[in-house]
């Protein structure tokens, strides 16, 4: 249970994380504000997650120790949600795919018997639905857009569709949070997810990148060095200033 909840907070905080370095960057105030908000959702999703787990954990361990005090094989995120930004398109297709797979998940999440689960998976699942929606129209937009828009787009996906096989591989605590009744079937979202990018793919008239050999190894420790950066910067203060406070 420790490890599937520290697995659903370590993707919220290092995705929302990354977008946050989007925040006064963005290509038109809408977009920025609109990636800012969505970062603040992700975040505090995974605070919510981190919360729980540190109440589970017990020995006095908060939510700062499970987000600043851990190294990165501690770490159980997907590979997908810590790759760098890029350009606009390249996040676009990132955010756009975890998102896909994310909406379906809180919404079986929404079934689990553990209820606080179920409470959480409820609330951030609004969230999500509006993450879902604006990076769809995003995908659509910059891929039935101009000749530049459309090629920057369609190479993001063809940079990034070897990360989502990840995203609907169980690890072993994902297994066994299903067979306790607490989490989510990730075969049973597969099809859901799979169709709903294929059809947005097509609708943005964008050529499916071909399946092949997929990326793994972030839900059991094993990271791409973007991660070590991506701690650097966000557990610098806790580390450098042990148990300081405002």
Known sequence: MQQYLLHIADNALILGHRLSEWCGHGPALEIDMAMTNIS??????????YQYAATLE????????LAYLRDVPEFRNVLLVEQVNGDFANTIARQFLFDTYHYFFQQQLCESQDPQLAAMAEKSLKEVAYHLRWTSEWVIRLGDGTIESKAR???????????????????LYET?????????????IKTAVEQKIFNVLDEA???RPT???????????RHSEHLGFILAEMQFLQRAYPNAAW
């Open 58 to 65: 017990g020995d006095g361990k908060t939510e700062d120790d």
């Open 211 to 221: 399946d092949g050999w997929m990326h793994a190894g972030g839900k059991t420790g």
């Open 176 to 188: 066994e949070a299903v067979a306790a009744g607490v989490g989510v079937d990730l075969g049973a």
């Open 40 to 49: 603040l959702d992700l975040i505090g999703q995974a605070r919510n997650m």
């Open 153 to 171: 787009i369609q190479r993001a996906f063809q940079d990034l569709w070897s990360f989502r096989g990840e995203l609907l591989t169980p690890a």
């Open 205 to 207: 008239t964008l050529v």
